[in-house]
DNA sequence: GACATGTACGCTGTCGACACTCCAGAGGAG
DNA sequence: CTCCTCTGGAGTGTCGACAGCGTACATGTC
């Protein structure tokens, strides 16, 4: 009898796995914004019925990743200027209150450590799509470490969004945004404890990278 | 031939019905929290089929609003005492978010003229039901004023967890939290334009909600 | 040639049926 | 009496098919 423990049976439903790969080849750039995303066509793709592709479409609609246009058609979505600085003004607003209760959390020193480690993921990246990865990841730990699981929640709401307007770029044009020394005052100033400060500097953040995905202040 | 101009045809989809009768049956009581939601069950009292109500509580449990427990049967949601206080803080945060941009909008005599409006609806209401939609509609008329579409789209995503916790108190208890004496020292602060007492007086508003939702400072 | 009308096609909306999993309780072996 | 086994039933997971709606093209009329 063999001692290896045999592997990991995949529980998930079809559904969950075409959601993921549906998100996947989104984000991925497979699909570009403004795309038509026909049931048949993608059921086909995948080999699955319309009404399995149906939900993961459903559930990526309410994620923003996917829009409706007419006749209940969705499309890869795509952010107005106006709603990527809005969009960001929500995130400054969400990640300041992540930074505002680590530094009040009696863990702060082990939240610091935490994040100083997602900043080398930043570091390595030559890849476009590992940099974003990079990114996201460090913000979305930093609204974990908050312990706050609705926090949590709210930005993994907008994740879409913001990956839709990541997309919406050329892979050329924003890696300067995603560099460790862009991020890396954040954690210094939670490490400092310095609540002002941090909360300033999340949001001068924010507002660079409004300005930088929609297009320097017109408003 | 009639001049009047004819009924205006509902050409809501049925999915689209069933989700908002499903959503009122639950902020309305008629469901409890833990409630089981059986597809078959609830297809038949409605009339359509099993798949149209899957999409709907779908949805319903990406607002929140349901939880999936055992075997992916899906619950009226019912939330931890952390989990309220974590959601009246995120609250807290976007609400914060909205005075910050009303205050800095130079429509800002319009938004209180609007925010006072609302207030009226918080006056007169004797039925609990009313009251509650009062108060959620200062609340969201307040992030709809902000003239952020991002910032409103994120309180929605909140608004059935909100309306789940309160759901989950005795009717006679809650009133006190949604009479206009602690809604008005919002708007009167966005009229003086006093940025920071303004924030201070949500921060207070939510954490005051919290506590009574929660059960006064247990963490 | 321009406009109205008919018509085929593509797509989503909705449905009913079958498959599968899990839990609870009956029933037998020890 | 206790434990294991088996068998129903209650649910959800997934599928294929039909229906309805709109667009775009073809057809006919003036």
Redesign the interface.
């Known amino acids: 009898m063999s001692v290896e423990p045999l592997p990991n049976i995949d529980r998930s439903?079809l559904r969950e796995r075409v959601l993921r790969a549906l998100r996947s080849a989104i984000t991925s750039g497979r699909y570009r914004p403004g795309d038509h995303l026909g049931e048949v066509d993608l059921a086909a793709s995948l080999g699955v019925s319309r009404?399995t592709v149906?939900?993961a479409l459903?559930?990526l609609q309410?994620e923003?990743l996917v829009m409706a246009s007419t006749r209940?058609m969705l499309r890869v979505n795509t952010l107005s200027a106006?709603?990527i600085r809005?969009?960001f003004?929500?995130r400054?607003?969400?990640e300041?209150?992540a930074v505002r209760?680590i530094v009040a959390s009696p863990r702060r020193d082990a939240a610091v450590a935490a994040l100083r480690e997602s900043l080398l993921s930043l570091r390595d990246g030559d890849d476009f799509g590992a940099q974003v990865e990079a990114d996201l990841g460090f913000h979305m730990r930093l609204c974990e470490l908050s312990g706050?699981?609705?926090?949590v929640?709210?930005w993994r709401?907008?994740e879409g969004?913001i990956r839709a307007t990541i997309m919406n770029r050329e892979p050329d044009e924003a890696p300067a945004m995603m560099t460790p020394a862009r991020h890396s005052p954040i954690v210094d100033a939670i490490a400092a404890g310095d609540l002002d400060t941090a909360i300033a500097v999340v949001e001068e953040h924010m507002a660079a990278a409004a300005d930088h995905f929609a297009g320097p202040a017109e408003s």
């Open positions: 439903t009404g149906r939900e459903r559930h309410q923003g209940g106006t709603e809005g969009l003004r929500v400054a607003a969400l300041g209150l209760e706050n699981p609705m926090l929640e709210s709401h907008l969004r």
